[in-house]
């Protein structure tokens, strides 16, 4: 059976793809809040000249450090496309504010909070361009950012 409206069938991929992605980051948040609250129990242990054996503590440490790096991507992403779309859009005036919570949990290491203040951000963004289509797509400005400093 042909596609006869291919952008029908691109609108289903792409809702469920955003459906998969809610589900994921539903499951991280748990995790996330485990990971804060877990304390370091056990040395480091490793076999010499291989990867570390599993560890509770490398483990912890590795996923507060992957989720540090997105956040800390995430703020950057945000706080750029505010500052170059915020004066201008009423819209995403209390983004700023979101994202300015966003970046003092981030520095207080209150990762869980920060990531649910960043998630805050991009759903008020997505609104604000629902009743405004002429806001630019954060993803596109994160890009054009990325692709001028490899540049």
Same mark, same amino acid.
């Not at 989720?67 to 995403?92: K, T, V």
């Given at each position: 059976m042909s596609?006869? *409206?291919?952008? #029908? %069938?691109s609108?289903q991929?792409?809702?469920?793809?955003i459906?998969q992605?809610?589900?994921?980051?539903s499951n991280?948040?748990?995790?996330l809040?485990?990971?804060q609250s877990?304390?370091?129990?056990?040395?480091f242990? +490793?076999v010499?000249?291989?990867?570390?054996?599993?560890n509770?503590?490398l483990?912890h440490? #590795?996923?507060?450090?992957?989720i540090?790096d997105?956040?800390?991507?995430?703020?950057?992403?945000?706080s %750029?496309?505010?500052e170059a779309? %915020? #004066?201008?859009? %009423?819209?995403?005036? *209390?983004?700023?504010?979101?994202? +300015?919570?966003?970046?003092?949990?981030? +520095?207080?290491?209150?990762?869980a909070?920060?990531f *649910?203040?960043?998630?805050?951000a991009?759903?008020?963004i997505e609104? #604000?361009?629902?009743?405004?289509?002429r806001?630019?797509v954060?993803?596109?400005?994160s890009m054009?950012? +990325?692709?001028?400093?490899?540049h």
């Amino acid at each position: 059976m042909s596609d006869s *409206n291919p952008s #029908a %069938a691109s609108s289903q991929r792409h809702s469920s793809d955003i459906q998969q992605l809610v589900g994921l980051l539903s499951n991280l948040m748990p995790l996330l809040l485990r990971l804060q609250s877990q304390g370091f129990e056990q040395p480091f242990r +490793t076999v010499p000249g291989s990867f570390p054996m599993p560890n509770p503590v490398l483990d912890h440490q #590795a996923a507060e450090s992957m989720i540090g790096d997105m956040i800390a991507e995430s703020l950057r992403s945000l706080s %750029a496309y505010l500052e170059a779309n %915020a #004066a201008q859009h %009423a819209g995403l005036e *209390n983004c700023v504010s979101v994202v +300015t919570q966003a970046a003092n949990k981030f +520095t207080e290491r209150d990762f869980a909070q920060a990531f *649910n203040l960043i998630y805050f951000a991009y759903r008020a963004i997505e609104a #604000a361009r629902a009743a405004d289509p002429r806001l630019p797509v954060l993803r596109q400005a994160s890009m054009d950012r +990325t692709q001028s400093s490899i540049h």
